[in-house]
Every structure is written in structure tokens, then in C-alpha cells.
């Protein structure tokens, strides 16, 4: 009996000290952006930081303008989000809840096989396949724009949002459903209007993923994107928060790399701000009666 007490609490030890440790890791990349990025901040003005429209960090008079990084960054991840949640969540439902065992299977196999792919690969089929296709469809005279990195970004934050949905879907208690077929609903009604709410926490909780992945990818939306720090249109080249940071570090110095580290501290907000967000609204909907 001491032995299995001793035990217990040897392992609660090592969780909490393990949890004390994600905890500690986050602390120390929040400090150490904020160390960073506040003195580019202040030296730029927050202001013309947030709201310039010209980035030019190597001219002979530099400007530091990330407004269209920003923009981009939220339309590329909104447009991403537009067309991957409804894919993702009806494809989720369709594993969970319609498909026959064999079905299931191969799919789930392939969903794992997406969740697999390097980014890089995701670039370079976009940059080869996708990119010359959208400049043919749309007679332009260069394919690498926002809607490339969107189409992109939507595919690779499937496997995200369909696995864990999945999971979500599949630890619903049966006894929901039994109960709502047995009151005449049928079994569409049942999923849909029984096991989703049910499931509302795990299916935020991919779209949540599904989010960071989009926000936080830099090498493929870097080779589909073009990679040019115009203001956001849909036919145009552009660059992301991500692929500002990745494609200038190497060679920055000086004001040019702290604006950087500002950028990747603004990138870091942008993040908790919208988990922050999306679990406010979650907490909100489970407190109502």
C-alpha cells in the first residue's frame, strides 16, 4: 500500500514538474521576445510600426512599415480557415459517424500520410503545380500571389482539423444519440444536432490548431506567395509575418534585426490573441444555462 502511495505521488511529481516545464518554456519565449522587439518598437514608433505601409529595410533611408505583412497574414489565415474548417469538419463527421470500417480506415491512413508531409513539399508542389496554374487560369503574369498561398495553407491545416474533430466526435457517449434516434430524430439530425454541440470543445480545439498551423507556416506560403512586401490583393505577390522574419534574418543587422524580432513578437500576440479569443466564447457558451 506504501509502496503503490509512493508510487502516485512520484508520478504526480513528474507530471507537474513536466507541466512547470511547458509552462516555463513559454515564459522564456515571451521574456525573451519582449527583451527583443520592444527596443525596434520604440525607436520606430508603435504607430508607424503597426501602421506604415512600406517596408524597406536595406534602402539607404529604411522604412519599417509591417501593415502589409499584417493584412496579408490575416487574410491569408481568414481565407484559409474559410476553406479548410468546412471541408475539414464535414469530412471529420463523415470518418466519425457514416464511414464503413474499410472506407474509414484507408482514409484515416491518408489524413495521417497529410498530417506527415514536410512543408517544403507542400511549397514545392505549389510552386510547381499550383502557381503556373492559377497563372493560366487567370491570365497573369505570375501565379505566386495570396490566393496560392491560401489554396496551400487550407490543404495543409486539414489533417489538423479532421483528427482531432474525429476524436472529438468519437468520445461523444453513445447514449446521446440512442436517445435522440429513439425521439424520431434521424441520424443526420442526431449528428448534427446532438454529437457536434456535444463535441464543440474538440471541434474549436482543431480549429484552434488548424489557425496556429496557418499563421505560424513560413516555407511554403514563402514559395507559393512570391514573397514581396506588397499590400495584400488576391492576384498579387505578397509576404506574410512569418516570411518576413525567415527571409531576412540571415543577413540582418542592427535596427533591421531588432524590427524582426518586433515582427515575431507582434506574430506571438496575434496568436494568443485569437486562442484568448476563441476560448472566451467557448467559456461563455458552456456558462449559459
Not at 109 to 119: D, F, N
Not at 149 to 159: C, E, S, T
Amino acid at each position: 500500500m506504501k509502496r503503490k502511495k509512493f508510487f502516485e505521488q512520484f508520478m504526480h511529481s513528474i507530471f507537474l514538474l513536466l507541466g512547470l516545464l511547458t509552462v516555463g518554456c513559454v515564459l522564456l519565449i515571451s521574456v525573451y521576445l519582449i527583451i527583443s522587439g520592444i527596443p525596434a518598437i520604440r525607436q520606430i514608433g508603435l504607430f508607424n510600426f503597426l501602421f506604415g505601409k512600406t517596408w524597406a529595410s536595406t534602402a539607404q533611408e529604411p522604412s519599417f512599415g509591417i501593415l502589409p505583412f499584417l493584412l496579408t497574414s490575416i487574410y491569408g489565415t481568414a481565407g484559409a480557415i474559410v476553406l479548410g474548417v468546412p471541408i475539414g469538419f464535414l469530412t471529420a463527421v463523415y470518418l466519425a459517424k457514416y464511414a464503413k470500417p474499410g472506407v474509414k480506415a484507408v482514409m484515416e491512413a491518408a489524413v495521417s500520410l497529410l498530417a506527415g508531409i514536410p512543408s517544403v513539399v507542400y511549397g514545392l508542389v505549389g510552386m510547381l503545380v499550383l502557381v503556373p496554374g492559377i497563372r493560366v487560369l487567370f491570365h497573369l503574369s505570375d501565379g505566386a500571389s495570396l490566393l496560392a498561398a491560401i489554396l496551400v495553407l487550407a490543404v495543409m491545416i486539414l489533417p489538423s482539423i479532421i483528427k482531432v474533430s474525429v476524436t472529438a466526435l468519437e468520445a461523444v457517449p453513445k447514449e446521446y444519440e440512442d436517445a435522440s434516434l429513439a425521439l424520431g430524430a434521424t441520424p443526420t439530425e442526431t449528428y448534427f444536432k446532438v454529437s457536434v454541440p456535444a463535441a464543440k470543445s474538440g471541434i474549436a480545439a482543431a480549429v484552434v490548431l488548424g489557425v496556429g498551423r496557418a499563421i505560424g507556416e513560413a516555407m511554403a506560403v514563402m514559395m507559393v506567395s512570391g514573397n514581396v512586401p506588397n499590400m495584400p490583393s488576391l492576384f498579387q505577390s505578397v509576404r506574410f509575418l512569418t516570411t518576413a522574419v525567415a527571409s531576412e534574418m540571415s543577413y540582418s543587422s542592427g535596427l533591421q534585426r531588432q524590427a524582426l524580432f518586433s515582427i515575431a513578437l507582434v506574430l506571438f500576440l496575434f496568436i494568443m490573441l485569437i486562442n484568448a479569443t476563441l476560448n472566451f466564447f467557448l467559456k461563455r457558451d458552456k456558462e449559459k444555462p
